[in-house]
C-alpha cells in the first residue's frame, strides 16, 4: 500500500509518493520533475515536482484515497520517467468494523484484548480506550495502512497476543482533536472503508 503526501507550507510545491516509508533512500534518479527515491534496487519512494502546476492540491498532509483523475495524472508522469504506473485506490486502510469480544489483557490492566469483525474476516487487537466495547463499531487502521503521520501499521505480536489493528481516535484520523476515546462511526457496514465508503 502506497500513499501520498502534499504539505506546501513545509514540504514546498512537491507530492510525495510514499511506497516504503521505513527505507531511507540512498540514492535517487530525476527524470524531468520527476525523482525517483530507491533503496538498493528497490523503488520506495517517487517525489513530483512542481506537482501544482498539474493538479491544484486542496489538501494538507496525507491524500487520503486519491481519485481515478488525480491518479492518471500521476501515472503520466510516472510512464513518462520510465517507471511503472499505480493502481487506482479503492482503499485508504482505515476500515470500520464492530466489537464481537473483549477479554482483560492478562499483563496489562488498563488493556483489553478485543476482537473486530470486518464483515468477511476478523482482525485481533489491544486497545486502553474505555469506549471500545463489544457491540461498539469503531475504526481500524488494518495491516499495510501508512497513517497521518507518514508511518506504517504492520501487524505484529506482543507478548503473545497478536495485534492486527489499530484502533483510532479522532485525532488519528484528523477529524477532530479528541484522543482520548475510539472514534465511534455511523452509518457504515463491517468492512467499510472509512474514507472511501463514505456513509
Not at 466495547?133 to 497513517?147: E, L, N, Q, R, S
Amino acid at each position: 500500500m502506497s500513499a501520498f503526501f502534499y504539505q506546501h507550507e513545509t514540504g514546498g510545491d512537491v507530492l510525495f509518493l510514499v511506497i516504503e516509508p521505513s527505507a531511507y533512500p540512498d540514492r535517487t534518479e530525476k527524470h524531468g520533475d520527476v525523482v525517483a527515491l530507491y533503496k538498493g534496487d528497490s523503488l520506495v519512494g517517487v517525489n513530483f515536482l512542481e506537482f501544482s502546476k498539474k493538479v491544484k492540491v486542496k489538501a494538507s498532509g496525507l491524500i487520503v484515497a486519491p481519485n481515478d483523475a488525480f491518479i492518471d495524472v500521476v501515472n503520466a508522469e510516472l510512464e513518462n520517467a520510465g517507471l511503472a504506473k499505480l493502481d487506482y485506490v479503492r482503499s485508504s486502510g482505515y476500515k470500520v468494523g464492530t466489537i464481537v469480544s473483549e477479554e482483560e489483557h492478562p499483563l496489562d490492566e488498563r488493556a483489553k484484548i478485543i476482537e473486530v469483525s470486518l464483515g468477511e474476516g476478523k482482525v485481533s487487537t489491544v486497545t486502553r480506550y474505555q469506549n471500545a466495547c463489544v457491540g461498539t463499531k469503531i475504526v481500524v487502521a488494518v495491516d499495510g495502512t501508512i497513517k497521518f503521520d507518514g508511518t506504517k501499521f504492520s501487524s505484529y505480536v506482543s507478548k503473545n497476543i497478536p495485534v492486527e489493528a489499530e484502533v483510532c481516535c479522532e485525532k488519528d484520523l484528523r477529524i477532530g482533536e479528541e484522543y482520548k476515546k475510539a472514534f465511534v462511526p455511523e452509518g457504515y457496514e463491517d468492512g467499510a472503508d472509512f474514507f472511501v465508503d463514505v456513509a
